[in-house]
Antibody
Framework: EVQLVESGGGLVQPGRSLKLSCLAS????????MNWIRQAPGKGLEWVAS????????YYADTVKGRFTISRDNAKNTLYLQMTSLRSEDTALYYC???????????WGQGTLVTVSS | DIQMTQSPASLSASLGETVTIECRAS??????LAWYQQKPGKSPQLLIY???SLHTGVPSRFSGSGSGTQYSLKINSLQSEDVASYFC?????????FGAGTKLELK
């Protein structure tokens, strides 16, 4: 069974940093592209970043480019999102999601909540 | 960036009814479209990919259609467990973009 478990969320002041993790199990992690997607409270879904299976290709939404860094450790079956210069508008539930064979998100984690507030 | 315009924003329907949700892309996305269902307090779940392919385990009352810039999700014979929000997503090009969502309620 595919499982994605996010962690690392919490309350952080504006301008500070936070690092999210997503531990994957139930599939061969190194074979699949991975993603971060967020959802502000009561709002819709926003794709944040994608990373290919071998980290060769990385893409970011313009809203986070230059502030967030997606990475992965295939030996640890773990996806990361390093977030710096956090803003109040980054407050959201952050989901880790696995690609299938195309760009759709076949599996999602339960999310980890990031709250940016002073 | 490709903009996804989803309609309606909310929808009220009766049990057994057929409902349709539409998504329009700002340019041709060549069937690079997925639909997701999100129940309150839960993560989104994939329903449809490649515009019309049903994801494993999804009931056959869900179907997707469309091409070019116009796509739709149809739910036949609405069940109580279908109460949820529904989102479309294009993956033809980065940045991936979602529709704003449709909240489906029972009448």
């Amino acid at each position: 069974e595919v499982q994605l478990v996010e962690s690392g969320g919490g309350l952080v002041q504006p301008g500070r940093s936070l690092k999210l993790s997503c531990l994957a199990s139930g599939f061969t992690f190194s074979n699949y592209g991975m993603n971060w997607i967020r959802q502000a409270p009561g709002k819709g879904l926003e794709w944040v970043a994608s990373i290919s299976s071998s980290s060769s290709y990385i893409y970011y939404a313009d809203t986070v480019k230059g502030r967030f860094t997606i990475s992965r450790d295939n030996a640890k079956n773990t996806l990361y999102l390093q977030m710096t210069s956090l803003r109040s508008e980054d407050t959201a539930l952050y989901y880790c999601a696995r690609h299938a064979y195309g760009g759709w998100f076949a599996y999602w984690g339960q999310g980890t909540l990031v709250t940016v507030s002073s | 960036d490709i903009q996804m315009t989803q309609s309606p924003a909310s929808l009220s329907a009766s049990l057994g009814e057929t409902v349709t949700i539409e998504c329009r892309a700002s340019e041709d996305i060549y069937n690079g479209l997925a639909w997701y269902q999100q129940k309150p307090g839960k993560s989104p779940q994939l329903l449809i990919y490649n515009a019309n392919s049903l994801h494993t385990g999804v009931p056959s009352r869900f179907s997707g259609s469309g091409s070019g810039t116009q796509y739709s999700l149809k739910i036949n014979s609405l069940q109580s467990e279908d109460v949820a929000s529904y989102f479309c997503q294009q993956y033809y090009n980065y940045p991936y973009t979602f529709g704003a969502g449709t909240k489906l309620e029972l009448k």
